[in-house]
C-alpha cells in the first residue's frame, strides 16, 4: 500500500496511557476505541513522516504537533490502521496546514477531563470552536481536514470515532 501526505494513520497502542485512553474510548465505541493516536501521512523529499499531536521524544511534558519518521511506527509493536481518502487532494494542502500547526503545544485538558466526560457523560464541556493554543492529537487530524474538505464540523470535539467511522475513506490494517 502507497502511503500519501493526507492518509490518516491510526495506531493501538501498548503502553499505560494508550491503555487508558483506549479504555475510555471503548466505552463510547468497542471497534473504533481499539485506535488510541491519530496522526497524518507527510512525503517529504528527505523521507516519509508522520506529523502528529504527540510527546517530544524525551520530554514527557512537552509536546506538541511534530513530525516524526514513519519508520518509528512501522518498527513498534503498535497495531497500525492506514485510513486513505476516496478522492485525491492535493498534498500542498495539507502541507501548508502541517507546517501552520507545528509545534502547537498539546492540549492535556482535552485529554485527561474533557473526553474522559464526553465519553462517560455524553455532555461536551470543552470549547465551542477550535483553538490554535493547544489540540489533541485527533482534534489536530480532523482540524487539518475541516480546514481543507469541510469534513469534521465539530473538530473541536475530537474523538477516534469520527474519523474511524467516516465513510470518506478507505480503512487497511498495515500491521
Known amino acids: 500500500m502507497e502511503l500519501q501526505t493526507g492518509d490518516i494513520l491510526l495506531v493501538s497502542g501498548r503502553g499505560k496511557l494508550a491503555k487508558a485512553i483506549q479504555k475510555f474510548q471503548k466505552k463510547?465505541?468497542?471497534?473504533?476505541g481499539k485506535w488510541n493516536h491519530s496522526a497524518m501521512i507527510y512525503n517529504a523529499a528527505s523521507?516519509?513522516?508522520?506529523?502528529?499531536?504527540?510527546?517530544?521524544?524525551?520530554?514527557?511534558?512537552?509536546?506538541?504537533?511534530?513530525?516524526?519518521p514513519i519508520a518509528d511506527y512501522l518498527e513498534g509493536?503498535?497495531?497500525l490502521m492506514i485510513m486513505q481518502p476516496h478522492e485525491t487532494i492535493p498534498s500542498i494542502s495539507f502541507e501548508k496546514k502541517y507546517f501552520h500547526y507545528a509545534g502547537t503545544p498539546y492540549e492535556y485538558k482535552n485529554?485527561?477531563?474533557?473526553?474522559?466526560?464526553?465519553?462517560?457523560f455524553n455532555k461536551w464541556i470543552g470549547s465551542k470552536k477550535h483553538s490554535d493554543k493547544r489540540m489533541v492529537c485527533h482534534e489536530f487530524v480532523m482540524t487539518v481536514y475541516w480546514e481543507i474538505t469541510g469534513m469534521f464540523p465539530n473538530y473541536y470535539k475530537a474523538?477516534?470515532?469520527?474519523?474511524?467511522?467516516?465513510p470518506y475513506f478507505t480503512k487497511k490494517q498495515i500491521k
Open 28 to 32: 463510547q465505541d468497542e471497534r473504533a
Open 47 to 68: 523521507g516519509q513522516y508522520v506529523c502528529e499531536a504527540s510527546y517530544l521524544h524525551d520530554y514527557r511534558l512537552k509536546a506538541g504537533v511534530v513530525f516524526n
Open 77 to 79: 509493536d503498535n497495531d
Open 111 to 120: 485529554l485527561l477531563i474533557e473526553q474522559p466526560i464526553r465519553i462517560l
Open 159 to 166: 474523538n477516534i470515532a469520527d474519523i474511524y467511522h467516516n
